[in-house]
């Protein structure tokens, strides 16, 4: 096997690399049959490119291109030798060339479509060719937030029965008393008005002048229930609980407009926030009207 | 070009969060009835791949406007000059617990920035206001008020006259109603405050609209997915007795409804988060039981593993091997009917013997089991469009819900708007598709489901 091997490779490789062993002389190829066989192989391209198929003339004037000057046959001249080169530049760009184009074209449209298609078919794949093809958009923030749970509504003192109107002092912060027909009538409720829209001096002339006029009596403080306690107002009823004595109660009551009724969660809302001043002589009243807002 | 900024501030409890929470998109934004949730100021920049788009700032309440204004207005400062003022204040009071929420809220506006003034339009309009709304004034910044109704009262006429005295631009913005075309809308009159920030700002309303496609395209497939698997999914199970207990096929039934009930909560889950909302707990009813006239059910021996078809073949293959053998032993003379009829005997006896087959045991092994296969759903099952409704009304209402609200998201109380009928076409359409999966569920038609489905949740 060894042997035959050899051979065949030696006969191979002196085939292809002697022109002169296998055409000119040792095999002594017809010249007509290499013309046929020459025919054929151009045959895609002859009509196009006439000269790249050799014609029976120069086959049979290049067929022995060994022999030395002088011989019985004519000398192969560069001219003549030279009329092959479209022959072999044809051959090398249709059988060579060309094929590996198309093969390497279809091969990589073939597999761009093949992955393309099975990728496709995955499931989830579109969500994520769409999400891939999609702008990243955020918006929240990276600081970190403290959930403020509500209050247990439980732990709200017990209001007393206090019926408003018999209150003796009335104080109503930021003209709440207008929101409410029944504190509206200053002949009926005289009402001191602190807050907006005075400015802070006139708020402290006025508190003197009320604490001097009740220096020992319970003031209800008017409020809207729909505005929740600012700071400001919890500094007025540090003010007033200085200028009162201590076990002096002060009650708050956050009134609804006339149209509608204070919302039990308002009222939650003011308990709650009072409760900082851990006061316990400050007592928030309810009317008797209050609805669920939900 | 300079990015937007937006401070948003206003008095306590009037919906500041609830706003940047509506626009940010962002349904972890602390919002509470509680006032002072929120005690600093929190950034909410809006990028696009990185890049910031516009800014928005959720801010304290004012809480000691008066005062603040009061120090202020001390300065006897001329109108070019009240922003140094301004940052005086912060400066010299951030130290001190006392103006701690006014510090908060008023340095954002340190830097070049637009102030959006919230305020509640369900309730009157009281003179408290006219102090903050004299600070935002001494900033020097553009403003624009948005009137925000939290409750069912309306003031807001009221409001609007009052705010047209301290700000160039008022809006009415329902924080908790506003669906997309409402926010992109707001953003759009953002611009008006400032027209260098124009080109971002229609940017981003470019790129959030981009995005609310590429979502509801989403949203599509996850409901062609899901209406996909449902309509091709089987229970194949084997057993060992016959006939099959009556409760291992009901047992068999609820399982099958409950893998259908599976499917139907993870795609209800995926398009929330799909659509930003990460914390939304639902009021739901059940996927309607099916009933057993819906569901293709089948029993079948198996012996060896092999149906009865499967075996007959091989006790055919068996025979005709050894009538094939006695006709090579006489020499071809019976005309190979030696083969033929050892095939039909082999085929004959493997069929009769079958039954007996299956219930020899081996070592308590049985030889035979029983093959029960249940699903698919059949196509005359209104089930498929019971799904799909509800699948509707679900995407319905999250894609339009603000990431401002809090409460459960109610899918029992069903409104028509939520599910309008769907046209001839579409619906015939939609028919064809599902009896299709019947034959077969290809990706080309699972594709076809979700562009009919996206056609359908687009309008």
Known sequence: ?294 | MSTPRFVVVGPPNKGKSSIVATLARDDSVSISRTPGTTAVYHEYPMTVNGEIQYVLFDTPGFQRARPVLTWLKASNANPSERPNVIRRFVEEHEAEGKYLDECELLSPMLEPCAILYVVDGSVPYGPEYEAEMEILKWTGRPRMALINPIGPSNHIQEWKTALGQFFNLTRVFDALSADFQRQTELLAGLGELDQDWKPKLQSAIGHLTIERNSRLDRASRMIADMLTEMLTYQIKKDFDTDPIPKSSVEKEHKAFEKHLHGLEKRCRLRIEELYDHHRLQRVEDQLPALQESSLLSEESWRVFGLSRKALASLGATSGALVGGALDMAVGGSAFLFGTLIGASAGAISTLLGSRKLVKVKILNFPFGKKKFLLGPIQKKSQFPYVVFNRARVHHHLVANRAHALRGDLDLTLIKKDHCPELPGKQLRALDALFKKHHKEASPELRNDLGTLIREILQE
């Open chain 1, 1 to 294: 096997m060894f042997f035959i091997g050899i051979t065949l490779g030696f006969l191979g490789l002196f085939l292809s690399t002697d022109l002169a062993f296998a055409w000119s002389t040792t095999i002594e190829v017809n010249d007509s049959w290499l013309h046929r066989a020459t025919r054929l192989l151009t045959l895609p391209f002859a009509s196009i490119i006439p000269s790249a198929a050799p014609s029976l003339e120069l086959i049979e004037s290049t067929r022995y291109f060994r022999l030395d000057d002088g011989g019985y046959i004519e000398k192969i001249t560069a001219e003549k030798a030279g009329l092959w080169w479209p022959f072999v530049l044809c051959m090398l760009s249709f059988y060579g060339v060309l094929p590996r184009l198309v093969c390497c074209v279809l091969a990589h449209y073939c597999l761009k479509h093949h992955l393309g298609s099975s990728f496709k078919t995955l499931p989830g794949a579109s969500d994520v060719l769409a999400r891939m093809r999609s702008p990243i958009i955020e918006s929240i923030t990276r600081d970190q937030q403290e959930t403020v749970p509500d209050s247990d509504e439980s732990k709200t003192p017990a209001t007393p029965g206090f019926d408003p109107q018999s209150a003796k002092a009335f104080l109503s912060w930021n003209k709440a008393h207008l929101a409410s027909a029944d504190f509206r009538d200053p002949e009926k409720t005289p009402v001191t008005s602190i807050g907006a829209p005075h400015t802070v001096e006139e708020d402290k002339t006025a508190l003197d002048a009320f604490t001097t006029q009740h220096a020992k009596v319970s003031p209800l403080i008017l409020t809207k229930s729909w505005e929740p306690p600012t700071g400001e107002f919890l500094d007025l009823v540090s003010e007033l609980r200085k200028r009162l004595p201590s076990h002096c109660p002060i009650f708050i009551l956050p009134i609804a407009t006339d149209n509608d009724q204070a919302y039990l969660i308002d009222i939650a809302i003011w308990k709650r926030s009072l409760r900082k001043l851990a006061d316990p002589y400050l007592t928030v009243i309810q009317q008797s009207k209050e609805k669920d807002r939900l």
